[in-house]
């Protein structure tokens, strides 16, 4: 009797440490997962995953809602296609996009013009780059009291955005109407101080760019950019007074740019970004959905 309760012991013990080591060498799958995984002859796990839940890449992008936002928003299925989710932060204002991609919050942005960037780097001590040139956007001439460029009267008010390349580029097309002359040699830093003659006697008001079409009522004259014009409801083809001409200095400075920090000129989701914002289809979507009043570069 004792030998036989001996070996049932042993067969029981036996049975107990084999189950053990069947489910330490087995593997366990969950119901989510879809593919299988392969060992490499260095001994790293490869995916064989069949992509229906390959996730995409995340690119951050800041812009300005209209039309900077929007266009990019026309590359979010096309960025799809190359393996990344766009994910785009609106900003109503040049400088917090300018520190976010400073300081790595965002991969980019695109609302500015290269000589405000040049100029933002300058004062604050960023490192940002331009690596293409999108679109520009016409400089408008906007009726607040006065309907007409010739109803002005003597002694008239002028609001102007007071960034300075901004501010000398609003100069140059009130300049290119006759208003005012402005010092040549002042250039991209005009402001109204280096304006030589003023048969008019205009009076100028400085206001930060974004605040412009909320004022229009308070001035005779109104000199705004195109996005935030638009993003106001004013329509820079038909609402403007005079615009800038596709062969002005203005069109040719001042083309929107995308920008990121230096140093990542060359990553490739940046790389994909261009491709897409200088594609094909994004050429239509701006010509057709702006109607001229922003005019791509590329």
Known sequence: MKKLIALLLALTLTTALGACGAKESGSTQTPADTGTTE???NGAAESTDTGENTELQTVKVAATPVPHAEILNACVDLMAE?????EITEYNDYIIPNTAVEEGEEDANFFQHTPYLEEFNEANGTHLVSVASIHYEPMGIYPG????????PDGG???VPNDVTNEARALQLLAAQGLIEVDPNAGLN???KDITS???NLQFSELEAAMLPNTVEEFDLNVINSNFAMAAGLNP???ALASEGADSEGAQTYANVLVVKEGNEDNEAIKALIECLTSDEVRAFIEETYGGAVVPVF
Do not use: C
């Open 82 to 86: 190359k393996g990344y989710q766009l």
């Open 39 to 41: 060992t490499t002859d």
């Open 157 to 159: 008010t002028v609001a």
């Open 190 to 192: 005009a402001t109204p």
């Open 198 to 200: 003023n048969p008019k």
């Open 237 to 239: 083809a038909t609402d």
């Open 145 to 152: 009291k006065s309907d007409s460029i010739d109803a002005v």
